[in-house]
């Protein structure tokens, strides 16, 4: 499937076999690695400003944002003002994975870095700039860059319009922001929701990140007309004063998997219901009465089943349907009644149609809506 083919097969990857918990060819494994690394020439300046990738990235209530990261070039320093995705900040301390502290990382070094504003995603590339202000600047380009993209095609629309649109088939989409404790977590609900099957409806994330669900959260939750999945983390003061300023749908949970069904829950909702229809009745008409008061009166024989007042109905002429409607009235002898069973007669008025013939057979049936599953 990835074209990856070892070399007991002819092909060019190579293959060892390691448990880490017996201790066994861990030694070869670091060989080959290194074999690797001296066949590819790979190589990193280690004196240019620092640059890599994030790994892990989560909220610390007593250090702030932290950020795992792998330097893939250059030297990163404590006090180095660096751009992580959207966000700035300067490197406060730097740890080796024993968390131990060190003054700077080289190619290759895995690190823990304090200092950032906020939490940055895994994948999130950083860089070394030249000063505080010049990655305040970068990211603040970035940051409404990303709140552009999030935003365009939104509306501020009511509940009340956002629901009608849903029922009229013009909205099919769900919009979601996730916020998480970590940044695990956070890749975890994401591909969970990701295999959710939707193939008539639209699961939008409008907005992923690590942290209390904040103001910038809730408005941008109401701006979409999304609504906000908590996951292990709190809302923050302010964003509860603008959630009663801004009601929107904020769902709190701990276990990934009760989000997940909630949003498939969310997802069915949006699908159009399947239709079901259920036989009541078949009645024939007999005569036909034209009335100055009431207009065209059907007189009826009920052949099968049962006919009620307002019920849902078909006019069948020659087997084709010519009409379909509802009673508008239905009467036994002078008096109106809310239904008529077979073997009975009856006077029954049709909505919107009085080209009725004798002859002419009335269907009577409901409609089950049957919400349907993903």
């Not at 070394?128 to 709140?147: E, G, S, Y």
């Not at 319009?161 to 609900?189: C, H, P, T």
């Amino acid at each position: 499937q990835y074209k990856l083919v070892s070399e007991d097969l002819g092909g060019d990857v190579m293959i060892v076999p390691v448990s880490a918990l017996k201790k066994q060819n861990l030694d070869k494994l670091e060989e080959t690695i290194l074999l690797l690394a001296e066949m590819a020439e790979l190589k990193a300046n280690p004196k240019k400003k620092a640059s890599g990738i994030v790994i892990e990235a989560h909220l610390s209530k007593g250090r702030g944002a932290i950020a795992s990261m792998i330097v893939q070039s250059g030297t990163l320093k404590e006090g180095d003002a660096v751009v992580v995705g959207p966000y700035a900040g300067k490197v406060k301390a730097l740890f080796d994975y024993h968390k131990r502290p060190i003054k700077e990382a080289g190619p290759s070094t895995p690190v823990e870095i304090l200092g950032l504003a906020e939490v940055p995603s895994a994948g999130d590339m950083f860089y070394v700039v030249a000063d505080d202000k010049t990655a305040r600047d970068i990211a603040q380009v970035r940051q409404d860059k990303i709140k552009h993209e999030k935003l365009s095609g939104t509306a501020r629309v009511s509940l009340e319009e956002l629901y009608a649109q849903i029922q009229e088939g013009n909205i099919k989409e769900l919009r979601v922001v996730i916020k998480s404790d970590v940044q695990g977590s956070l890749e975890a609900i994401k591909e969970a929701m990701s295999k959710i099957p939707t193939n008539e409806v639209k699961l939008r994330f409008m907005h992923l990140g690590v942290g209390d669900v904040n103001t910038s959260d809730v408005i941008l939750a109401m701006a979409s007309q999304a609504m906000i999945i908590a996951f292990n983390v709190k809302i923050d003061v302010k964003a509860r004063q603008e959630l009663e300023k801004n009601p929107v749908d904020v769902r709190e949970y701990r276990i990934i998997y009760d989000a997940v069904e909630d949003v498939r829950k969310a997802l069915e909702g949006l699908l159009a219901p399947k239709l079901k229809r259920h036989f009541v009745g078949k009645v024939e008409i007999r005569n036909v009465f034209k009335l100055s008061k009431s207009g065209i009166v059907c007189g009826c024989y009920v052949q099968k089943g049962k006919v009620r007042n307002k019920a849902q109905v078909e006019l069948v002429r020659n087997g084709a349907v010519v009409h379909t409607g509802h009673v508008s009235s239905l009467k036994r002898f002078k008096d109106d009644v809310k239904e008529v069973t077979e073997n009975f007669e009856c006077g029954i008025t049709i909505s919107g149609f009085d080209q009725v013939q004798v002859g002419d057979i009335i269907e009577v049936f409901d409609i089950e809506s049957i919400a349907r599953k993903l």
